[in-house]
C-alpha cells in the first residue's frame, strides 16, 4: 500500500465507509496497471476507485472536494492524448455500467457510461440501427469515452458524431449535485438550487451571440473536425440552458462533470453496403480522389499511405500484391451505402465517374460481401497498433490527430509528409479520414536523452504552425486534447475563445479538482514531461503500445489483471531491475504479480483476437510459468508424471467415484459445506468441490474394426473424457467416449483407437503450467500413434475436447487430418444422419479454443440442427476455468461468467452443451442448468438417414428416446 498523504488518507478513511476496500486501489501494482491507458504518458494514482453506482460517484467527489484533491475519471482506458490519467484520485467507471433502454423502436437508447461502443450496435442491429460515432476503437472504446472525447471515426464525419446525437445526459457535478436532463423535475430542482449556475450559462450564450466575429469563428471551427479546447460550439447551436450543459460535456474529457447516463439518437445502418480499396500511385493524387468524390455518395473514405499499407500487408484479407508496391503508392479505402440493390449499383457507378480522372494502381473493384469488406474495415481499425507493433524496441509510438478543411487537403498533406521526412521519422504513417479531411499520423520516438526530447519539442512546434498559422485547421480533431495539446489551445483559438473556455472551466469546477492539466494548462511545457517507459520484455509482448483492444476478450479484465496491465506490469519490473532503482517497489510488483497477473491468468489467449498485431499474452504467462518450474524437484515430479501417465488414469476414475459416492450419502449441500471448510483450512490449497464435480467414467473400450466399410474414423478420447464421466445430475449418465464411439457407428463409421491410449495425452496440461519438455514429449508421443492409426493420415482424427484438439493442430504434421466434434459433425456426420429437433431452449457455450478456430458459427449450426431455441449468450467469453484452474481459482471462473445465468435464466435454458468437459463443470456451477458435450445432444435426436429410409418404405414411425 502506498504510504498516503494526510489528505489522502482521510479521504480514504471515508470513502472507505461508503465504497468495500477490494474496490479501493492503493497498491503498487494495481495503481500502475489501472493508472495506464492507450497513450504515452503516465501518472500512477495516489487511490484508484472501481465505483459500482452513482452513490459511490457522488460520495467520492464530495470528499474531494473536501479534501482539495483532483479526481480523474475513466472508462475503458483507450484514450491517447493524456486525459484519462492522474497522480490523485481516478473513478473506473466501466464494468458495472452497462445498463441500458432502447427506446423508440431503437431510434434512441439511454445506456451507462461502461457499455462498450461495439456491444451498442450489437444491441441496436435488430432494429436496423447503429450509434452515429463509429471510432476505429470502437470495440473496446465505452460510451463515456466516447462522448466526452467527442470520438467520432471513419465515417460519421461531424454530421453524426456524439455532438450531433447526444439527447440528454445524467451528470454528477463537482459539488455532488446530480442533474437529469432527460427530467422536468431534475431540471427544476437544478433550477432551484443553482439559479446563479444557469443565469451564467444564459449570460455567456447570449455574450457569445453577440459578439459576430467570435460566433462566426466558432461556426467556421466546427465546420470541420475538432476536439481542441472545450466544446464552446453549444453557445451558438442551442438555446435552452439544460441542452447547452449537455453539449458541452462533448469533449469536455472529464474536466466539466461526470456523466453517468447518456440519452443519443441512433443513425440508420442501411442493408446495402460496397466497400473497395483503391489504390493511387501518390498520396497527392488520393487526397485529389477524395475531394472529387466528396459531393457523391461516399459514405467513408478511409486513405493510408504507403507504410500504413505496409504495417497490414500480412493480414487477414489483405491482397498480397500491395508487397510488390511502389513507396509512393496510397490506398484510399471506400465505403458507399443504400437502401437497394439497384441503388448500391447506381451509387458504385457514379463513384467510378467520379474517379474517371485519375489513374489508379489496379482497376477498381467494389465488393458487397460482407465478409469480405468487414475484413478491410477492421484492417482500417487496426493500423495505428499495427505501425506501433513495427516500432524499435524501447521507443513510444506517437499519433497525432489533425483536420484540414477539404480544399486545402492535397497540398496540407503534401506539407505534411514534407515535415515528418524533415524531422527524420523514416517510419512515419499518414492515414485517416480523408472524407473529412481528418489524418492522423504515427510516428515512433525515443525519449530517453533531452536531445530526443526537444526533437518532439520543434516537430510539435512547427505541426502546430502548419495547421494553425498556414491551413487554419484542427490540431486536434477527434482524440481529445488531454495534455498532449492543452499547451496549443490558445494559439488555435485566439484570446477571446480561449478565455471563453476558461469561463466555463471556472463555472463548473471553480477549484479545479476535475482532471486538472487537461485541456486547461498553464504549463507550455506539460506536453513533454511524463513520458512512459516501455522497457523492452520479450519478443512474446514487446510490440504492445498498450492499446487496450485486448481487453475486450480478456476474462480477468476488472477482476485482476487484464492482458495489457500484465504487460505494463511486467515492463516496469524490468525497467526497475534494469536501472536498480526502489527495490521495495520492485519486490512489491513481484510479489502482486503472482496472483493478480501470473495464477489467475487463463492463457486462453482470446486476447490476441483483438489485438491488431496479435499478441497472445497467454503465452507469455506460460513462458513465466516455466520459468517458475524450471527447477529439478518440479521437472523432476512433470517428468515422472509424463512417463507414467497410464497409471493415473485408474487412480483419477477411483477418486472421482469415491467422491461422487460420498455426494450420493450426503447430498449437496453438507458435502458442499465439509469439502469448502476443509478448503478454506488448507489455505484454498484443497480444489474446490462442486455439485457439478463429474463421476469416474469407465475406460474406453475398442471394438473389432470391418476393413471392408470405407468409412473409418481415429477417435482419440482426451484423459479428461477417458476419466471423467457425467456429474450425479446430469441429465446423460454415459460416459462421453461411448456415447461418441455410439454415434459415430450410428452414422456408418469404424472407429478405430490408437493404441496405448490409456498413456496418451495431447501435452495441454504440462503446456497450461510451463512444462514445456513434457508437453512436447506427450504430443509427440500421440502424434506417432494418431499417424499409426490413421494410415498415414488417411483416415479423419476426431478428439473429444476442443482445447486439447487446439494444441494438436499447432504442433502436429499437417498430415494429420485433425478435427473436434463441432467440425466433425458439421463436416462429416449432418449428412448421414436424420436430425429431429426437439422443442426446448438449449444453450451453447463457444470454448475460448473454438472461437480461435473460427468454429463458433458451426457450433450454433449444429445445435439449431437439434433444437428449436439455441442460445448463444452475449458477452461470455472464456469461461475461466482453464483445465484444472477452476478447481484451484474458482474465483475467476465466477468472475468470467457472471452474465450467464441472468441470460439462461429469463431465455429459460434448459441444458446447454459445449465441446469441453471442465468447462462444462464450471458453466454447470455458474450457470444453474448441467451443460454437457453437444455430442450428447446430437446423439439423441438422431437416426442413421438410411433408418429413415427404412421406415418412409414401411410407413412406420419411430421415436427417440433421450439417453
Not at 486547461?520 to 520479450?538: G, M, Q
Not at 473436434?820 to 457455450?845: G, N, Q, S
Not at 450457470?927 to 446423439?939: A, K, N, Q, T, W
Request: net charge neutral; with cysteine; charged share 25%.
Amino acid at each position: 500500500m502506498f504510504m498516503l498523504k494526510e489528505n489522502y488518507k482521510k479521504f480514504y478513511d471515508e470513502i472507505k465507509i461508503t465504497i468495500e476496500t477490494s474496490r479501493l486501489y492503493t497498491d503498487e501494482i494495481r495503481n500502475l496497471a489501472y493508472g495506464t491507458d492507450a497513450g504515452f504518458y503516465r501518472l500512477i494514482p495516489q487511490i484508484i476507485i472501481r465505483a459500482k453506482n452513482e452513490k459511490e460517484v457522488q460520495k467520492a467527489i464530495l470528499l474531494a472536494n473536501k479534501y482539495n484533491l483532483p479526481v480523474t475519471f475513466r472508462a475503458a482506458g483507450t484514450s491517447l492524448a493524456g486525459q484519462a490519467i492522474t497522480d490523485s484520485i481516478l473513478i473506473v467507471a466501466g464494468k458495472h455500467w452497462e445498463d441500458f433502454d432502447v427506446l423508440k423502436k431503437g431510434e434512441e437508447i439511454r445506456m451507462q457510461s461502461g457499455l462498450v461502443g461495439a456491444r451498442i450496435n450489437e444491441i441496436l442491429a435488430p432494429y436496423g440501427r447503429k450509434l452515429g460515432p463509429d471510432p476505429a476503437s470502437i470495440n473496446s472504446a465505452m460510451i463515456g469515452g466516447i462522448v466526452m472525447n467527442n470520438a467520432s471515426g471513419m465515417n460519421c464525419g461531424t454530421h453524426e458524431n456524439s455532438y450531433k446525437t447526444i439527447q440528454s445526459a445524467r451528470l454528477i457535478f463537482v459539488d455532488g449535485t446530480i442533474l437529469d436532463t432527460s427530467d422536468e423535475q431534475s431540471k427544476k430542482d437544478f433550477l432551484k438550487l443553482h439559479s446563479d449556475f444557469i443565469r451564467k450559462i444564459e449570460e455567456i450564450r447570449d455574450t457569445v451571440r453577440a459578439n459576430k466575429k467570435l460566433a462566426d469563428r466558432i461556426q467556421y471551427k466546427y465546420s470541420i473536425k475538432n476536439t481542441t479546447g472545450l466544446s464552446i460550439n453549444p453557445f451558438i447551436d442551442y438555446e435552452d440552458p439544460f441542452q447547452i450543459i449537455v453539449n458541452l460535456m462533448v469533449g469536455s474529457e472529464g474536466t466539466l462533470a461526470f456523466m453517468s447516463e447518456l440519452t443519443m439518437k441512433t443513425v440508420v445502418n442501411p442493408k446495402f453496403k460496397a466497400s473497395a480499396m483503391i489504390y493511387f500511385h501518390d498520396i497527392v493524387t488520393a487526397c485529389k480522389s477524395v475531394v472529387s468524390m466528396k459531393p457523391g455518395p461516399v459514405h467513408g473514405a478511409e486513405m493510408l499511405d504507403r507504410v500504413a499499407l505496409r504495417s497490414v500487408e500480412n493480414a487477414d484479407g489483405i491482397p498480397f500484391f500491395i508487397k510488390d508496391f511502389s513507396d509512393g503508392v496510397t490506398a484510399v479505402l471506400v465505403e458507399t451505402l443504400a437502401n437497394s440493390k439497384k441503388g448500391l449499383d447506381n451509387n458504385i457507378k457514379e463513384i467510378k465517374s467520379l474517379l474517371k480522372a485519375y489513374k489508379t494502381v489496379r482497376p477498381i473493384e467494389f465488393t458487397d460481401k460482407v465478409e469480405e469488406y468487414s475484413k478491410l474495415w477492421d484492417i482500417r481499425k487496426g493500423v495505428f497498433p499495427a505501425v506501433g507493433g513495427l516500432r524499435e524496441k524501447g521507443t513510444t509510438c506517437i499519433i497525432e490527430d489533425v483536420a484540414f478543411h477539404i480544399e486545402d487537403l492535397p497540398e496540407a498533406t503534401a506539407d505534411l509528409q514534407e515535415l515528418i521526412a524533415k524531422y527524420g521519422y523514416k517510419d512515419g504513417v499518414i492515414y485517416g479520414h480523408a472524407l473529412e479531411g481528418n489524418f492522423h499520423f504515427i510516428f515512433n520516438q525515443n525519449f530517453n536523452e533531452p536531445e530526443e526530447i526537444e526533437q518532439y519539442k520543434n516537430f510539435m512546434h512547427e505541426v502546430d504552425s502548419l495547421v494553425v498559422d498556414k491551413y487554419d485547421g484542427s490540431l486536434k480533431a477527434e482524440h481529445g486534447t488531454g495534455r498532449n495539446m492543452a499547451p496549443f489551445v490558445k494559439h488555435e483559438w485566439g484570446e477571446e475563445a480561449y478565455q471563453l473556455m476558461k469561463d466555463v472551466k471556472q463555472l463548473f469546477d471553480p477549484k479545479n479538482l476535475l482532471n486538472p492539466g487537461v485541456i486547461i494548462n498553464d504549463d507550455p511545457e506539460c506536453y513533454i514531461k511524463s513520458f512512459k517507459t516501455l522497457a523492452p520484455v520479450h519478443d512474446l509482448v514487446d510490440t504492445c503500445i498498450e492499446c487496450g483492444f485486448c481487453e475486450v476478450n480478456c476474462l480477468t479484465a476488472g477482476f485482476s489483471l487484464s492482458a495489457r496491465q500484465r504487460t505494463v506490469v511486467q515492463r516496469e519490473i524490468k525497467r526497475l531491475e534494469n536501472t536498480g532503482e526502489n527495490a521495495k517497489r520492485l519486490n512489491e510488483l513481484k510479489k502482486g504479480f503472482e496472483y493478480l497477473g501470473e495464477q489467475t491468468c487463463a492463457g486462453d489467449g482470446l486476447c490476441a483476437t483483438s489485438c491488431p498485431v496479435g499478441i497472445d499474452t497467454g503465452k507469455y504467462i506460460k513462458y513465466l510459468r516455466s520459468l517458475n518450474v524450471a527447477k529439478a524437484r518440479p521437472q523432476k515430479q512433470s517428468q515422472w508424471v509424463a512417463d507414467n501417465f497410464h497409471k493415473l488414469a485408474p487412480v483419477i476414475r477411483g477418486g472421482l467415484k469415491f467422491v461422487n459416492g460420498v455426494h450420493t450419502v450426503m447430498g449437496s449441500t453438507l458435502l458442499g459445506a465439509v469439502a469448502g471448510g476443509f478448503r478454506t483450512i488448507s489455505g484454498n490449497k484443497i480444489p474446490l468441490w462442486t455439485p457439478a464435480m463429474p463421476n469416474g467414467a469407465s475406460a474406453p473400450k475398442p471394438k473389432h474394426i470391418n476393413q471392408e466399410n470405407p468409412l473409418k474414423v481415429v477417435y482419440f478420447p482426451s484423459c479428461i473424457a477417458q476419466t471423467m464421466g457425467p456429474a450425479k445430475g446430469d441429465p446423460y449418465k454415459e460416459p462421453l467416449h461411448k456415447v461418441t464411439q455410439e454415434l459415430l457407428e450410428k452414422a456408418g463409421y469404424e472407429v478405430i483407437f490408437p493404441e496405448k491410449m490409456n498413456s496418451l495425452c495431447c501435452g495441454t496440461p504440462w503446456e497450461s503450467k510451463g512444462f514445456i519438455k513434457q508437453a512436447d514429449q506427450k504430443s509427440s508421443e500421440l502424434e506417432d500413434a494418431l499417424y499409426k492409426a490413421s494410415n498415414g493420415g488417411e483416415y479423419p482424427v476426431l478428439c473429444d475436447t476442443s482445447p486439447c484438439l487446439y494444441r494438436m493442430r499447432r504442433v502436429m504434421d499437417e498430415t494429420l487430418k485433425l478435427y473436434e466434434p463441432v467440425e466433425f459433425i458439421h463436416e462429416f456426420l449432418m449428412d448421414k444422419l436424420e436430425f429431429r429437433r426437439v422443442d426446448e431452449v438449449v444453450a451453447v457455450h463457444s470454448t475460448c479454443t473454438t472461437t480461435k478456430m473460427g468454429l463458433t458459427p458451426k457450433l450454433k449450426a449444429v445445435a439449431e440442427a437439434c433444437a428449436k431455441h439455441v442460445v448463444l449468450p452475449d458477452e461470455v467469453g472464456c469461461c475461466g476455468f482453464a483445465g484444472d484452474r477452476g478447481f484451484n481459482y474458482p474465483e475467476v471462473n465466477k468472475y468470467a461468467l457472471r452474465k450467464l445465468r441472468p441470460v439462461l435464466d429469463k431465455s429459460k435454458v434448459v441444458a446447454g452443451y459445449s465441446n469441453s468437459r471442465t468447462c462444462e463443470i464450471g458453466l454447470s456451477n455458474n450457470g444453474g442448468v448441467p451443460y454437457m458435450s453437444i455430442i450428447y445432444l446430437v446423439d439423441r435426436v438422431t437416426v442413421p438417414k438410411a433408418e429413415k429410409q427404412l421406415f418412409q418404405k414401411k410407413k412406420g414411425k419411430r421415436e427417440t428416446v433421450a439417453i
